[in-house]
Antibody, heavy 119, light 107 residues
Framework: EVQLVESGGGVVQPGGSLRLSCAAS????????MHWVRQAPGKGLEWVSL????????YYADSVRGRFTISRDNSKNSLYLQMNRLRAEDTALYYC????????????WGQGTLVTVSP | DIQMTQSPSTLSASVGDRVTITCRAS??????LAWYQQKPGKAPKLLIY???NLESGVPLRFSGSGSGTEFTLTISSLQPDDFATYYC?????????FGQGTKVEIK
């Protein structure tokens, strides 16, 4: 059974940092492209970042580029998102998501971890 | 970035109705379009990929069509389990933009 389990969310002050983790199981993580997608409360879905299977290629939404860093550890079947200089508008449920390869849709989603940026 | 525009934003329908949701891309995305269904408190679920291919396990009442910049998701006979929010998404570029969503409500 495929599982993506996010952790690391919480409440942080504006300007602060947080590191999200995603533990993957039930599929070949080390050949999968992985993403972070977020959803602000009551709002739609926003793609945040992508990392290639080998970690060599990373891409970011304009809204987070320069503040967030995506990484992975294939030996631990884990995906990460380092979030710095957080803003109120970063408040959202963050999903860990898989696509088979870079130009494939999102076939597996975690249940999300909530990040709240508030004074 | 490619912008995705869905219409309508909200749709009120009854069980048994035929429902169509439209998604327009700001530039051609060939057929690199997916549709997702999201229920409250749950993660989105992939329904259709490459514009018209049904994901395994998805009921045959769901279908997709289109290419280039205009796409549709059709539910042939709406069932109680289908009341949810639907999102289109382009994956023609690495920046995977979503439409703003269409909420299908009970009439």
């Amino acid at each position: 059974e495929v599982q993506l389990v996010e952790s690391g969310g919480g409440v942080v002050q504006p300007g602060g940092s947080l590191r999200l983790s995603c533990a993957a199981s039930g599929f070949n993580f080390d050949v999968s492209t992985m993403h972070w997608v977020r959803q602000a409360p009551g709002k739609g879905l926003e793609w945040v970042s992508l990392i290639s299977w080998d970690g060599d290629s990373t891409y970011y939404a304009d809204s987070v580029r320069g503040r967030f860093t995506i990484s992975r550890d294939n030996s631990k079947n884990s995906l990460y998102l380092q979030m710095n200089r957080l803003r109120a508008e970063d408040t959202a449920l963050y999903y860990c998501v898989r696509s088979t390869a870079s130009y494939y849709p999102f076939d597996y989603w975690g249940q999300g971890t909530l990040v709240t940026v508030s004074p | 970035d490619i912008q995705m525009t869905q219409s309508p934003s909200t749709l009120s329908a009854s069980v048994g109705d035929r429902v169509t949701i439209t998604c327009r891309a700001s530039q051609s995305i060939n057929r690199w379009l997916a549709w997702y269904q999201q229920k409250p408190g749950k993660a989105p679920k992939l329904l259709i990929y490459k514009a018209s291919n049904l994901e395994s396990g998805v009921p045959l009442r769901f279908s997709g069509s289109g290419s280039g910049t205009e796409f549709t998701l059709t539910i042939s006979s709406l069932q109680p389990d289908d009341f949810a929010t639907y999102y289109c998404q382009q994956y023609n570029t690495y920046s995977r933009t979503f439409g703003q969503g269409t909420k299908v409500e009970i009439k």
